[in-house]
Structures are given as structure tokens and as C-alpha cells.
């Protein structure tokens, strides 16, 4: 059976995960069970069926279809080895791994639903306290095909570094302008942070608005990932207009 279409992020999605987020046990997730897979899980995979086309063509290689373990972050702890886990993360994250590869070590787009807002972007990937990764190295060997990236999307200016949306709200931090500055970023976590009190995540448009951030920073996945760096960013620019109509147009 297919997901129903996204229409909004609704009131309750956020209510749910600070709900959670305050109380959380497996008797009061039962309790309110119904609300999370009306108002969370089923709001988060007609999110992520309704992007699935625009990755698809981006990159045949992603995963798409909206499975929980994979492109939907299962809401329970695994509490076999870290017994003082509490029982549920009150978040949930939609991903487009690459098919077969772990989609928490490895580079990706994203977007991370918590009780304040949502964040929409790239992810690096990976747990680990150097810094430096695939993507910091994919810009390093390549700073002028990413400075034209920069400078032809616009990057600095519309989008930010992002902090925290965990446990913590999100903060913004700007972005630079030349490309050498990217090697040394803190986190690499880049898109846009929306509170919860936005309007526009209550709006079906607000999928438009998520299709325009992704297709932005899906460069930083080929930066991060691609072994032919030069013709997947033609790829990328020859067919960017095309991806870029509304989805709600050709969806309806």
C-alpha cells in the first residue's frame, strides 16, 4: 500500500516529540502510540515518498522508498549494549542513504523532525572527533569546481552550518564565501532550520521548499562521495532546471 501524500507538518507532530521528549517510557509511548504514527511516522514517510522522485533522478544510486531502518529513523533506542539508554529518541530523521552503504557513517541529505522545528540539509556523516572527512577532502582536491558551486548556487547566502536539533535547539552559523574556508568547518551539517512556530511547515508547499534546499546541497553529497566529481556536477547542472519544478505542481 502507498503513503498518502504530505500535506504538512502538523501541530502534533511537535506536541508528540516534546511530549516524549519529557516523559519518556514505554508506558506513556503506548499511551499515545496512536499519535505518533498518525501525527509522526506517517506524516515523515509520505515526506520522504513524495521527495522520492526528485532523488531518484538526482542519483539512481539513493534509497528512496520510505522504510523505516532506512530512509526513516526508527524512534526506539537500541538497548542491548547502552542499558541506560531511556527506551525512545524523541526524533526522527528522513534520509537518502546510498543503497547497501550504512547511513549513519556515510555522507547524505536529510531532514531531522525534533519538538522545536525541523532542519533540512546535508549530513557528513560518521561519529568521530577529527573533523576532516570525505567531504572536507573532496573540496580540498577540487577548490575551484567548489567555489563555482559557491558562487552559482549561492550557497553562503541562503543556507547556514547547523548546531545541536537533538537535545537542543538549533543554531545557525553563517556560512563562508571561499571555498578553502570549507576545509576547516566545525560540523558540516549545512541546509536551513525551521521552528516549529514557522507557518510554512504547515503548508503542503512547504515540500517545494525542502525539493529547492536538497537539490541546493546535493552537490556536497557528489563532493563527498563521487568518483567522477566533474562529470556528475554536469550531470547536475544540465538537468538542475528540470528537478527544480515545484513538486506540488507536478504532484498536484
Given amino acids: 500500500m502507498g503513503c498518502a501524500r504530505f500535506e504538512r507538518f502538523p501541530a502534533g507532530t511537535f506536541e508528540f516529540l516534546s511530549g516524549l521528549s519529557e516523559n519518556n517510557s514505554r508506558e506513556w509511548f503506548e499511551e499515545h502510540r496512536r499519535q505518533y504514527e498518525t501525527d509522526v511516522l506517517s506524516v515523515v514517510k509520505a515526506f520522504v515518498a513524495d521527495l522520492g522522485p ?16 532506512r530512509t526513516v529513523s526508527r524512534i526506539n533506542n537500541d538497548l542491548r549494549f547502552h542499558k541506560n539508554r531511556p527506551p525512545y529518541r524523541p526524533f526522527i530523521y528522513a534520509s537518502f542513504p546510498r543503497r547497501g552503504r550504512k547511513w549513519t557513517s556515510e555522507a547524505m541529505l536529510y531532514a531531522g523532525v525534533y519538538r522545536h522545528g525541523v532542519s533540512i540539509g546535508f549530513y557528513p556523516g560518521g561519529y568521530r572527533e577529527l573533523q576532516r572527512g570525505a567531504v572536507q577532502e573532496g573540496i580540498r582536491k577540487n ?19 547547523l548546531a545541536g536539533g537533538e537535545g537542543v535547539e538549533v543554531t545557525k552559523w553563517p556560512l563562508p564565501k571561499v571555498a578553502r574556508r570549507w576545509v576547516n568547518l566545525d560540523s558540516f551539517t549545512v541546509g536551513e532550520y525551521f521552528p516549529a512556530s514557522d507557518p510554512s511547515l504547515a503548508r503542503r508547499s512547504f515540500l517545494n521548499r525542502a525539493q529547492r534546499i536538497l537539490l541546493d546541497l546535493y ?34
Avoid: C, H
Avoid at 143 to 161: G, N, T
Avoid at 219 to 247: G, Q
Fill in 54 to 69: 526528485i532523488m531518484r533522478m538526482l542519483n539512481q544510486d539513493l534509497e528512496t522508498e520510505p522504510r523505516v531502518g
Fill in 143 to 161: 577548490l575551484r569546481q567548489f567555489q563555482r558551486y559557491l558562487d552559482e548556487r549561492a550557497i553562503a547566502e541562503s543556507y547556514w552550518e
Fill in 219 to 252: 552537490p556536497l553529497w557528489l563532493f563527498a562521495t563521487s568518483d567522477d566529481l566533474k562529470n556528475d556536477l554536469n550531470l547536475y547542472r544540465d538537468n538542475s532546471r528540470l528537478l527544480a519544478r515545484p513538486l506540488t505542481k507536478v504532484a498536484g
